[in-house]
Protein backbone atom coordinates (compact mmCIF):
# COMPACT_ATOMS: atom_id res chain seq x y z
CA UNK A 1 0.00 0.00 0.00
CA UNK A 2 1.06 3.38 -0.89
CA UNK A 3 1.64 5.67 2.06
CA UNK A 4 2.70 9.09 2.00
CA UNK A 5 6.34 8.67 1.01
CA UNK A 6 9.50 9.83 2.98
CA UNK A 7 10.79 11.75 0.39
CA UNK A 8 7.43 14.41 1.19
CA UNK A 9 9.29 15.48 3.97
CA UNK A 10 11.82 18.31 3.50
CA UNK A 11 15.22 17.21 3.42
CA UNK A 12 17.53 18.85 6.31
CA UNK A 13 18.49 22.24 5.41
CA UNK A 14 22.34 22.11 5.37
CA UNK A 15 22.03 19.28 2.51
CA UNK A 16 22.51 20.83 -0.90
CA UNK A 17 21.47 19.68 -4.10
CA UNK A 18 23.79 18.12 -4.88
CA UNK A 19 25.21 16.22 -1.58
CA UNK A 20 20.79 15.16 -1.77
CA UNK A 21 21.06 13.60 -5.08
CA UNK A 22 24.74 11.85 -4.00
CA UNK A 23 22.81 10.62 -1.42
CA UNK A 24 19.91 9.37 -3.61
CA UNK A 25 21.94 7.43 -5.41
CA UNK A 26 23.86 5.88 -2.69
CA UNK A 27 20.32 4.48 -1.42
CA UNK A 28 20.09 2.39 -4.13
CA UNK A 29 22.95 0.46 -3.48
CA UNK A 30 21.24 -2.11 -1.43
CA UNK A 31 18.10 -3.00 -3.38
CA UNK A 32 20.88 -3.33 -6.44
CA UNK A 33 22.73 -5.71 -4.03
CA UNK A 34 19.41 -7.75 -2.89
CA UNK A 35 17.94 -8.16 -6.91
CA UNK A 36 21.43 -9.02 -7.97
CA UNK A 37 22.11 -11.40 -4.62
CA UNK A 38 18.32 -13.25 -5.53
CA UNK A 39 19.49 -13.40 -9.47
CA UNK A 40 23.08 -15.85 -8.03
CA UNK A 41 21.32 -17.74 -5.75
CA UNK A 42 18.46 -18.87 -8.45
CA UNK A 43 20.96 -19.23 -10.94
CA UNK A 44 23.68 -21.57 -8.16
CA UNK A 45 20.35 -23.65 -7.35
CA UNK A 46 20.07 -22.23 -3.42
CA UNK A 47 16.48 -21.28 -4.55
CA UNK A 48 14.20 -23.97 -5.83
CA UNK A 49 12.63 -23.06 -9.49
CA UNK A 50 8.85 -23.62 -8.43
CA UNK A 51 9.38 -21.45 -5.07
CA UNK A 52 11.29 -18.61 -6.14
CA UNK A 53 12.45 -18.15 -9.95
CA UNK A 54 15.28 -15.71 -11.00
CA UNK A 55 14.70 -12.37 -11.39
CA UNK A 56 15.76 -12.37 -14.91
CA UNK A 57 13.27 -15.32 -15.62
CA UNK A 58 10.25 -13.34 -14.34
CA UNK A 59 11.79 -10.66 -16.75
CA UNK A 60 11.31 -12.76 -19.75
CA UNK A 61 8.12 -14.23 -18.96
CA UNK A 62 7.09 -10.43 -18.20
CA UNK A 63 8.23 -9.79 -21.95
CA UNK A 64 6.61 -13.11 -23.52
CA UNK A 65 3.01 -12.08 -21.91
CA UNK A 66 3.75 -8.80 -22.80
CA UNK A 67 4.52 -9.47 -26.67
CA UNK A 68 1.54 -11.79 -26.78
CA UNK A 69 -1.10 -9.23 -25.54
CA UNK A 70 -1.60 -11.50 -22.63
CA UNK A 71 -0.52 -8.96 -20.40
CA UNK A 72 -2.24 -5.82 -21.77
CA UNK A 73 -5.72 -7.28 -21.63
CA UNK A 74 -5.50 -8.35 -17.61
CA UNK A 75 -3.61 -4.85 -17.35
CA UNK A 76 -6.65 -2.85 -19.08
CA UNK A 77 -9.44 -4.53 -17.07
CA UNK A 78 -7.53 -4.21 -13.68
CA UNK A 79 -6.97 -0.52 -14.54
CA UNK A 80 -11.18 -0.19 -15.97
CA UNK A 81 -11.86 -1.87 -12.44
CA UNK A 82 -9.36 0.44 -10.21
CA UNK A 83 -10.28 3.60 -12.15
CA UNK A 84 -14.07 3.31 -11.82
CA UNK A 85 -14.08 2.13 -8.35
CA UNK A 86 -11.73 5.52 -8.03
CA UNK A 87 -13.98 7.49 -9.47
CA UNK A 88 -17.72 6.77 -7.88
CA UNK A 89 -16.17 6.45 -4.50
CA UNK A 90 -14.10 9.66 -4.69
CA UNK A 91 -17.15 11.52 -5.68
CA UNK A 92 -18.78 10.57 -2.91
CA UNK A 93 -16.32 11.04 -0.19
CA UNK A 94 -15.83 14.12 -2.27
CA UNK A 95 -19.17 15.46 -2.26
CA UNK A 96 -20.02 14.07 1.99
CA UNK A 97 -16.42 15.07 2.88
CA UNK A 98 -17.34 18.45 1.61
CA UNK A 99 -21.16 18.54 3.10
CA UNK A 100 -19.30 17.62 6.35
CA UNK A 101 -16.61 20.05 6.22
CA UNK A 102 -18.91 23.28 5.33
CA UNK A 103 -22.16 22.29 6.70
CA UNK A 104 -22.62 22.42 10.49
CA UNK A 105 -26.06 20.11 9.48
CA UNK A 106 -23.69 17.83 7.27
CA UNK A 107 -21.34 17.38 10.30
CA UNK A 108 -23.89 16.47 12.15
CA UNK A 109 -25.33 13.92 9.82
CA UNK A 110 -22.75 12.82 7.97
CA UNK A 111 -19.58 12.66 10.38
CA UNK A 112 -20.49 9.91 12.97
CA UNK A 113 -21.88 7.39 10.53
CA UNK A 114 -19.07 7.50 8.61
CA UNK A 115 -16.64 7.39 11.63
CA UNK A 116 -18.08 4.22 12.71
CA UNK A 117 -17.77 2.64 9.68
CA UNK A 118 -14.17 3.99 9.29
CA UNK A 119 -13.58 0.94 12.04
CA UNK A 120 -14.85 -1.36 10.14
CA UNK A 121 -11.74 -3.37 7.64
CA UNK A 122 -13.42 -2.96 4.26
CA UNK A 123 -11.48 -6.12 2.61
CA UNK A 124 -13.13 -7.98 5.69
CA UNK A 125 -16.64 -6.89 3.74
CA UNK A 126 -16.24 -9.21 1.21
CA UNK A 127 -18.05 -12.28 2.27
CA UNK A 128 -20.87 -9.43 3.03
CA UNK A 129 -20.56 -8.10 -0.19
CA UNK A 130 -20.69 -10.86 -2.18
CA UNK A 131 -23.46 -12.06 -0.53
CA UNK A 132 -25.07 -8.43 -2.00
CA UNK A 133 -23.77 -7.72 -5.02
CA UNK A 134 -22.21 -11.20 -5.94
CA UNK A 135 -19.34 -12.14 -7.48
CA UNK A 136 -18.68 -10.49 -10.54
CA UNK A 137 -17.43 -7.25 -11.66
CA UNK A 138 -19.59 -5.27 -9.44
CA UNK A 139 -17.47 -6.99 -5.98
CA UNK A 140 -14.12 -5.86 -7.48
CA UNK A 141 -15.75 -2.10 -8.11
CA UNK A 142 -17.75 -1.98 -4.72
CA UNK A 143 -14.24 -2.82 -2.92
CA UNK A 144 -12.37 -0.46 -4.43
CA UNK A 145 -14.57 2.70 -3.88
CA UNK A 146 -14.64 1.30 -0.17
CA UNK A 147 -11.13 1.26 -0.23
CA UNK A 148 -11.05 5.03 -1.65
CA UNK A 149 -13.97 6.53 -0.11
CA UNK A 150 -11.80 6.21 3.77
CA UNK A 151 -9.08 8.40 3.22
CA UNK A 152 -10.61 10.89 0.45
CA UNK A 153 -13.44 11.64 2.58
CA UNK A 154 -11.28 12.12 6.02
CA UNK A 155 -8.54 14.49 3.89
CA UNK A 156 -11.67 16.46 2.29
CA UNK A 157 -13.23 16.85 5.98
CA UNK A 158 -9.46 18.07 7.75
CA UNK A 159 -8.41 19.91 4.37
CA UNK A 160 -11.55 22.28 4.39
CA UNK A 161 -11.56 22.36 8.43
CA UNK A 162 -7.95 23.51 8.49
CA UNK A 163 -8.45 26.44 6.36
CA UNK A 164 -7.51 29.68 8.24
CA UNK A 165 -10.76 31.52 9.55
CA UNK A 166 -8.87 34.68 9.03
CA UNK A 167 -8.41 34.58 5.09
CA UNK A 168 -11.86 33.39 5.00
CA UNK A 169 -13.28 36.50 6.53
CA UNK A 170 -10.44 38.48 4.51
CA UNK A 171 -12.34 37.17 1.02
CA UNK A 172 -15.48 38.66 2.71
CA UNK A 173 -14.58 41.65 3.52
CA UNK A 174 -13.12 41.91 -0.28
CA UNK A 175 -16.70 41.86 -1.14
CA UNK A 176 -16.67 37.79 -1.89
CA UNK A 177 -19.90 35.80 -1.70
CA UNK A 178 -20.44 32.22 -0.58
CA UNK A 179 -19.37 30.58 -3.73
CA UNK A 180 -16.71 33.13 -4.09
CA UNK A 181 -15.03 31.96 -1.20
CA UNK A 182 -16.01 28.78 -2.38
CA UNK A 183 -13.43 28.64 -5.28
CA UNK A 184 -10.98 31.55 -3.85
CA UNK A 185 -10.55 30.20 -0.31
CA UNK A 186 -11.72 26.69 0.70
CA UNK A 187 -11.10 25.00 -2.50
CA UNK A 188 -7.45 26.09 -3.18
CA UNK A 189 -6.73 25.69 0.76
CA UNK A 190 -7.90 22.07 0.87
CA UNK A 191 -6.03 21.17 -2.27
CA UNK A 192 -2.66 20.16 -0.51
CA UNK A 193 -5.25 17.77 2.09
CA UNK A 194 -7.05 17.19 -1.14
CA UNK A 195 -3.98 15.57 -3.12
CA UNK A 196 -3.12 13.89 0.18
CA UNK A 197 -6.09 11.73 0.14
CA UNK A 198 -5.83 10.83 -3.32
CA UNK A 199 -2.44 9.53 -2.95
CA UNK A 200 -3.80 7.19 -0.34
CA UNK A 201 -6.80 6.61 -2.10
CA UNK A 202 -4.91 4.97 -5.02
CA UNK A 203 -2.89 3.09 -2.77
CA UNK A 204 -5.94 1.61 -1.21
CA UNK A 205 -7.74 0.61 -4.48
CA UNK A 206 -4.19 -1.18 -5.65
CA UNK A 207 -4.72 -3.41 -1.93
CA UNK A 208 -8.77 -3.37 -2.83
CA UNK A 209 -7.92 -4.79 -6.22
CA UNK A 210 -5.48 -7.64 -5.17
CA UNK A 211 -8.25 -8.54 -2.85
CA UNK A 212 -10.79 -8.41 -5.09
CA UNK A 213 -9.52 -9.94 -8.18
CA UNK A 214 -8.89 -13.21 -6.45
CA UNK A 215 -12.26 -13.77 -5.77
CA UNK A 216 -14.09 -15.30 -8.92
CA UNK A 217 -12.07 -13.33 -11.67
CA UNK A 218 -11.75 -13.88 -14.90
CA UNK A 219 -9.71 -11.40 -15.92
CA UNK A 220 -7.17 -9.03 -14.60
CA UNK A 221 -3.55 -8.86 -13.21
CA UNK A 222 -4.85 -10.94 -9.72
CA UNK A 223 -6.78 -13.35 -11.66
CA UNK A 224 -3.49 -13.82 -13.78
CA UNK A 225 -1.79 -14.81 -10.57
CA UNK A 226 -4.80 -16.93 -9.33
CA UNK A 227 -4.55 -18.74 -12.84
CA UNK A 228 -0.67 -19.30 -12.73
CA UNK A 229 -1.19 -20.38 -9.09
CA UNK A 230 -3.10 -23.82 -10.14
CA UNK A 231 -0.42 -24.48 -12.84
CA UNK A 232 2.75 -23.40 -10.04
CA UNK A 233 3.81 -20.84 -12.75
CA UNK A 234 5.96 -18.73 -9.89
CA UNK A 235 7.44 -17.10 -12.24
CA UNK A 236 3.71 -15.43 -13.46
CA UNK A 237 2.82 -14.96 -10.00
CA UNK A 238 5.98 -12.91 -8.76
CA UNK A 239 5.31 -11.42 -11.86
CA UNK A 240 1.90 -9.94 -11.22
CA UNK A 241 3.11 -8.91 -7.96
CA UNK A 242 5.90 -6.66 -10.03
CA UNK A 243 2.97 -5.60 -11.69
CA UNK A 244 1.08 -4.29 -8.80
CA UNK A 245 4.22 -3.08 -7.16
CA UNK A 246 4.69 -0.70 -10.79
CA UNK A 247 0.96 0.52 -10.27
CA UNK A 248 1.64 1.98 -7.35
CA UNK A 249 4.54 3.60 -7.67
CA UNK A 250 3.65 5.01 -11.07
CA UNK A 251 0.35 6.42 -9.93
CA UNK A 252 2.22 8.05 -7.12
CA UNK A 253 5.01 9.42 -9.05
CA UNK A 254 2.09 10.61 -11.55
CA UNK A 255 0.33 12.16 -9.02
CA UNK A 256 3.20 14.00 -6.79
CA UNK A 257 4.28 15.24 -10.22
CA UNK A 258 1.05 16.56 -10.57
CA UNK A 259 0.75 18.11 -7.18
CA UNK A 260 4.02 19.81 -7.86
CA UNK A 261 2.83 21.81 -10.81
CA UNK A 262 -1.01 22.21 -9.18
CA UNK A 263 0.90 23.66 -5.58
CA UNK A 264 3.40 26.20 -6.91
CA UNK A 265 2.51 28.17 -4.03
CA UNK A 266 3.82 25.74 -1.51
CA UNK A 267 7.45 26.02 -3.13
CA UNK A 268 7.22 30.09 -2.01
CA UNK A 269 6.55 28.94 1.13
CA UNK A 270 9.63 26.31 1.71
CA UNK A 271 11.67 28.57 -0.28
CA UNK A 272 11.49 30.90 2.53
CA UNK B 1 -20.82 57.03 -4.13
CA UNK B 2 -21.80 53.74 -3.79
CA UNK B 3 -24.20 54.10 -1.28
CA UNK B 4 -24.87 50.39 0.68
CA UNK B 5 -27.94 50.08 2.64
CA UNK B 6 -27.71 50.93 6.12
CA UNK B 7 -27.18 47.58 8.62
CA UNK B 8 -29.59 47.41 11.41
CA UNK B 9 -27.83 44.75 13.81
CA UNK B 10 -31.38 44.87 15.70
CA UNK B 11 -33.15 43.99 12.82
CA UNK B 12 -35.41 47.18 14.03
CA UNK B 13 -37.11 49.63 11.50
CA UNK B 14 -34.73 51.33 9.37
CA UNK B 15 -34.99 55.52 8.92
CA UNK B 16 -34.73 56.14 5.32
CA UNK B 17 -34.53 60.26 5.59
CA UNK B 18 -31.43 59.54 8.22
CA UNK B 19 -29.37 57.30 5.72
CA UNK B 20 -29.58 60.02 2.59
CA UNK B 21 -28.98 63.29 5.11
CA UNK B 22 -25.68 62.99 6.38
CA UNK B 23 -25.31 65.97 8.42
CA UNK B 24 -28.40 66.10 9.99
CA UNK B 25 -28.75 62.49 10.77
CA UNK B 26 -29.96 62.14 14.36
CA UNK B 27 -27.45 59.54 15.40
CA UNK B 28 -24.44 61.07 17.09
CA UNK B 29 -21.51 59.89 19.37
CA UNK B 30 -21.40 61.14 22.65
CA UNK B 31 -18.86 63.98 23.55
CA UNK B 32 -18.57 67.51 22.30
CA UNK B 33 -21.10 67.61 18.93
CA UNK B 34 -18.97 70.48 17.21
CA UNK B 35 -15.59 69.04 17.28
CA UNK B 36 -16.69 65.24 16.95
CA UNK B 37 -17.25 65.29 12.74
CA UNK B 38 -14.15 67.11 12.02
CA UNK B 39 -14.55 69.57 8.83
CA UNK B 40 -17.88 70.78 9.20
CA UNK B 41 -20.80 69.91 7.75
CA UNK B 42 -19.35 66.88 6.05
CA UNK B 43 -21.36 63.72 5.47
CA UNK B 44 -20.51 61.26 7.83
CA UNK B 45 -19.38 58.21 6.42
CA UNK B 46 -19.93 56.11 9.21
CA UNK B 47 -22.35 56.20 12.57
CA UNK B 48 -23.09 53.85 14.52
CA UNK B 49 -25.51 53.86 17.45
CA UNK B 50 -26.30 51.43 20.71
CA UNK B 51 -23.53 48.80 19.43
CA UNK B 52 -23.32 45.89 22.40
CA UNK B 53 -21.12 42.61 22.19
CA UNK B 54 -20.97 40.49 24.74
CA UNK B 55 -18.73 37.03 25.24
CA UNK B 56 -20.34 34.48 27.29
CA UNK B 57 -22.44 36.95 28.88
CA UNK B 58 -19.31 39.59 29.79
CA UNK B 59 -20.59 42.37 27.71
CA UNK B 60 -17.11 43.64 26.23
CA UNK B 61 -19.10 46.69 24.29
CA UNK B 62 -21.77 48.29 26.41
CA UNK B 63 -23.05 50.80 23.93
CA UNK B 64 -20.90 52.09 21.64
CA UNK B 65 -21.90 55.63 19.54
CA UNK B 66 -19.58 56.69 17.14
CA UNK B 67 -19.86 59.13 13.33
CA UNK B 68 -16.92 59.17 11.26
CA UNK B 69 -16.96 61.74 8.81
CA UNK B 70 -15.76 61.46 5.00
CA UNK B 71 -12.60 61.86 5.40
CA UNK B 72 -11.96 62.39 8.63
CA UNK B 73 -9.40 60.01 10.73
CA UNK B 74 -10.26 58.50 14.04
CA UNK B 75 -8.34 56.77 16.02
CA UNK B 76 -9.84 54.29 18.28
CA UNK B 77 -7.39 54.07 21.52
CA UNK B 78 -8.08 51.90 24.61
CA UNK B 79 -5.76 49.06 27.07
CA UNK B 80 -5.60 45.45 25.83
CA UNK B 81 -8.95 43.61 26.18
CA UNK B 82 -11.08 47.02 26.12
CA UNK B 83 -12.78 45.77 22.78
CA UNK B 84 -11.42 47.77 20.05
CA UNK B 85 -10.56 45.04 17.95
CA UNK B 86 -14.10 43.68 18.09
CA UNK B 87 -15.71 47.17 17.79
CA UNK B 88 -13.96 47.01 14.48
CA UNK B 89 -15.38 43.74 13.72
CA UNK B 90 -18.53 44.50 14.34
CA UNK B 91 -18.48 48.23 12.14
CA UNK B 92 -17.00 45.85 9.19
CA UNK B 93 -19.50 43.68 9.39
CA UNK B 94 -17.61 40.60 10.36
CA UNK B 95 -19.79 39.92 13.91
CA UNK B 96 -23.27 38.71 13.54
CA UNK B 97 -24.12 38.11 17.29
CA UNK B 98 -23.23 42.09 17.85
CA UNK B 99 -26.75 44.28 18.78
CA UNK B 100 -27.11 48.19 17.60
CA UNK B 101 -27.03 50.06 14.14
CA UNK B 102 -24.23 50.91 12.02
CA UNK B 103 -24.80 52.76 8.92
CA UNK B 104 -21.82 53.26 6.43
CA UNK B 105 -22.48 55.47 3.31
CA UNK B 106 -20.21 54.46 0.99
CA UNK B 107 -17.80 51.49 0.86
CA UNK B 108 -15.51 50.09 3.52
CA UNK B 109 -12.43 48.08 3.29
CA UNK B 110 -10.21 46.35 5.85
CA UNK B 111 -6.37 45.66 7.24
CA UNK B 112 -5.74 43.45 9.68
CA UNK B 113 -3.07 42.84 11.97
CA UNK B 114 -1.94 40.05 10.22
CA UNK B 115 -1.86 40.73 6.09
CA UNK B 116 -4.19 37.83 5.33
CA UNK B 117 -3.48 37.31 1.72
CA UNK B 118 -4.08 34.72 0.60
CA UNK B 119 -0.75 32.19 -0.03
CA UNK B 120 -1.97 30.48 -2.83
CA UNK B 121 -2.52 33.62 -5.47
CA UNK B 122 0.49 35.47 -6.37
CA UNK B 123 0.01 39.19 -5.03
CA UNK B 124 -1.57 41.03 -7.84
CA UNK B 125 -3.47 38.37 -7.73
CA UNK B 126 -4.33 38.87 -4.09
CA UNK B 127 -4.95 42.42 -4.69
CA UNK B 128 -7.52 41.76 -7.49
CA UNK B 129 -9.64 39.37 -5.24
CA UNK B 130 -12.98 40.60 -5.83
CA UNK B 131 -12.50 42.97 -8.21
CA UNK B 132 -14.30 42.98 -11.58
CA UNK B 133 -14.26 44.86 -14.99
CA UNK B 134 -11.81 45.30 -17.68
CA UNK B 135 -9.21 47.79 -15.88
CA UNK B 136 -8.48 45.47 -13.13
CA UNK B 137 -4.81 44.30 -14.27
CA UNK B 138 -3.93 48.44 -14.42
CA UNK B 139 -5.79 49.19 -10.85
CA UNK B 140 -3.74 46.37 -9.13
CA UNK B 141 -0.61 47.60 -10.78
CA UNK B 142 -1.59 51.14 -9.65
CA UNK B 143 -2.62 49.98 -6.13
CA UNK B 144 0.79 48.41 -6.15
CA UNK B 145 3.28 51.16 -7.13
CA UNK B 146 1.71 53.37 -4.72
CA UNK B 147 2.90 51.00 -1.95
CA UNK B 148 6.03 50.88 -3.70
CA UNK B 149 5.91 47.31 -4.82
CA UNK B 150 5.27 47.60 -8.52
CA UNK B 151 7.56 44.53 -8.81
CA UNK B 152 6.78 42.38 -6.91
CA UNK B 153 3.47 41.83 -8.65
CA UNK B 154 4.43 37.80 -9.97
CA UNK B 155 5.48 37.10 -6.36
CA UNK B 156 4.01 34.63 -4.26
CA UNK B 157 2.95 36.00 -0.39
CA UNK B 158 5.59 33.72 1.21
CA UNK B 159 8.26 35.03 -0.47
CA UNK B 160 7.56 38.81 0.62
CA UNK B 161 8.79 40.05 3.98
CA UNK B 162 6.43 41.40 7.24
CA UNK B 163 6.18 44.68 6.21
CA UNK B 164 5.57 44.09 2.08
CA UNK B 165 3.39 41.58 2.95
CA UNK B 166 1.32 44.14 5.18
CA UNK B 167 1.82 46.83 2.50
CA UNK B 168 -0.02 44.43 -0.43
CA UNK B 169 -2.53 44.13 2.64
CA UNK B 170 -2.91 48.08 2.38
CA UNK B 171 -3.00 47.68 -1.56
CA UNK B 172 -5.79 45.28 -1.70
CA UNK B 173 -7.73 47.87 0.77
CA UNK B 174 -7.01 50.56 -1.22
CA UNK B 175 -7.48 49.41 -5.21
CA UNK B 176 -11.11 49.42 -3.69
CA UNK B 177 -11.10 53.04 -3.86
CA UNK B 178 -13.09 52.50 -0.10
CA UNK B 179 -14.62 55.68 1.66
CA UNK B 180 -13.56 54.22 4.90
CA UNK B 181 -10.55 52.26 5.60
CA UNK B 182 -10.78 50.44 9.13
CA UNK B 183 -7.58 49.61 10.26
CA UNK B 184 -7.30 46.76 13.08
CA UNK B 185 -3.55 47.43 14.68
CA UNK B 186 -2.42 47.11 11.06
CA UNK B 187 1.36 48.34 11.88
CA UNK B 188 1.14 46.55 15.36
CA UNK B 189 3.23 42.74 14.13
CA UNK B 190 5.63 45.12 12.28
CA UNK B 191 9.29 46.09 13.67
CA UNK B 192 9.73 49.53 14.75
CA UNK B 193 11.53 51.01 11.61
CA UNK B 194 9.05 49.25 9.67
CA UNK B 195 6.11 50.73 11.49
CA UNK B 196 7.23 54.59 11.07
CA UNK B 197 7.23 54.09 7.05
CA UNK B 198 4.12 52.37 6.72
CA UNK B 199 2.73 55.41 9.47
CA UNK B 200 4.14 58.35 6.64
CA UNK B 201 3.12 55.49 3.48
CA UNK B 202 -0.52 55.75 5.29
CA UNK B 203 -0.47 59.50 5.94
CA UNK B 204 0.70 60.12 1.83
CA UNK B 205 -2.05 57.76 0.65
CA UNK B 206 -4.59 59.89 2.57
CA UNK B 207 -3.69 62.94 1.21
CA UNK B 208 -3.70 61.45 -1.84
CA UNK B 209 -6.70 59.41 -1.61
CA UNK B 210 -8.79 61.26 0.81
CA UNK B 211 -10.29 58.81 2.66
CA UNK B 212 -11.64 58.41 6.18
CA UNK B 213 -10.40 55.97 8.34
CA UNK B 214 -11.29 54.43 11.82
CA UNK B 215 -7.37 53.54 13.29
CA UNK B 216 -7.38 50.60 16.24
CA UNK B 217 -3.91 50.97 17.53
CA UNK B 218 -2.64 50.98 21.57
CA UNK B 219 -0.05 52.86 20.11
CA UNK B 220 -0.48 56.84 21.16
CA UNK B 221 2.28 57.95 19.36
CA UNK B 222 0.69 56.34 16.20
CA UNK B 223 -2.92 57.61 17.00
CA UNK B 224 -1.67 61.63 17.79
CA UNK B 225 0.51 61.03 14.69
CA UNK B 226 -2.16 59.87 12.25
CA UNK B 227 -5.51 60.67 13.64
CA UNK B 228 -7.55 64.11 13.63
CA UNK B 229 -9.39 62.92 16.81
CA UNK B 230 -8.82 60.44 19.32
CA UNK B 231 -11.82 58.27 20.58
CA UNK B 232 -10.96 56.24 24.15
CA UNK B 233 -12.43 53.03 24.50
CA UNK B 234 -13.02 52.52 27.94
CA UNK B 235 -15.58 50.85 30.14
CA UNK B 236 -16.91 49.02 26.69
CA UNK B 237 -18.03 52.30 26.00
CA UNK B 238 -16.42 55.78 24.64
CA UNK B 239 -15.02 56.88 27.46
CA UNK B 240 -13.64 60.60 26.08
CA UNK B 241 -13.15 61.84 22.74
CA UNK B 242 -9.63 63.82 22.49
CA UNK B 243 -9.52 66.23 19.05
CA UNK B 244 -5.86 66.43 17.98
CA UNK B 245 -4.93 69.93 17.30
CA UNK B 246 -1.63 69.99 16.30
CA UNK B 247 -1.98 70.45 12.38
CA UNK B 248 -2.80 68.33 9.23
CA UNK B 249 -1.34 65.28 9.92
CA UNK B 250 -0.02 64.59 6.16
CA UNK B 251 3.01 66.26 4.69
CA UNK B 252 2.72 68.79 2.11
CA UNK B 253 5.08 71.34 0.27
CA UNK B 254 4.51 74.50 2.30
CA UNK B 255 5.11 73.00 5.84
CA UNK B 256 6.39 69.68 7.24
CA UNK B 257 4.57 66.93 8.69
CA UNK B 258 3.03 66.19 12.33
CA UNK B 259 6.28 65.32 14.50
CA UNK B 260 6.54 64.27 17.92
CA UNK B 261 8.86 67.36 18.70
CA UNK B 262 6.30 69.84 17.52
CA UNK B 263 4.40 71.82 20.59
CA UNK B 264 1.52 70.35 22.41
CA UNK B 265 2.63 66.73 21.11
CA UNK B 266 4.44 65.82 24.77
CA UNK B 267 1.23 67.01 26.78
CA UNK B 268 -0.99 65.54 24.54
CA UNK B 269 0.35 62.38 24.97
CA UNK B 270 0.93 62.35 28.35
CA UNK B 271 -2.54 63.43 28.60
CA UNK B 272 -3.88 60.36 26.88
CA UNK B 273 -0.82 57.93 28.72
CA UNK B 274 -2.55 58.97 31.86
CA UNK B 275 -6.11 57.98 31.04
CA UNK B 276 -5.14 54.84 29.79
CA UNK B 277 -3.51 53.97 33.61
CA UNK B 278 0.26 54.43 32.50
CA UNK B 279 1.49 56.00 34.99
CA UNK B 280 4.71 59.00 34.34
CA UNK B 281 8.05 57.71 34.96
Not at chain 1, 160 to 173: F, G, K, M
Not at chain 2, 179 to 190: I, S
Request: proline letters at 6%.
Amino acid sequence: MVTASPAAVPAPPDAGPRRRAGRRWWRLVSPVLLVAGWEAAARAGLLAEDKLPAPSRVLTTGVRLAGDGTLGVHLLDSLTRAGIGLLLGGVLALVLGAAAGLLRIGDDLVDPPVQMARMLPHLGLVPLLIIWVGIGESLKITLVALGVFFPIYFNTYAGIRDIDERLVEAARTCGLGPAARLRHVVLPGALPSLFLGLRLAIGAAWLSLVVGEQVNAQTGVGFLMMEAREFSQTDVVVLGLVIYALLGLLSDLALRMLERRTLTWRRGLRAT
Amino acid sequence: MATRPARDLTGGVDDPAGATTGAEDPVRQTGPAGTATGPAGAAAVLTARAVRRAFDGRPVLAGVDLTIAAGEVVALLGGSGSGKSTLLRVLAGLDADATGETRLRGTAAVVFQEHRLLPWKRVGDNVALGLTGPDVRARVDRALAEVGLADRRRAWPAELSGGQAQRVAVARALVREPDLLLLDEPFGALDALTRLRMQSLLRRLRAEHGFAALLVTHDVEEALLLADRILLLDGGVIAEEIPVDLGPADHRAERPARSPDQPGFGALRRRLLDRLGVPAV
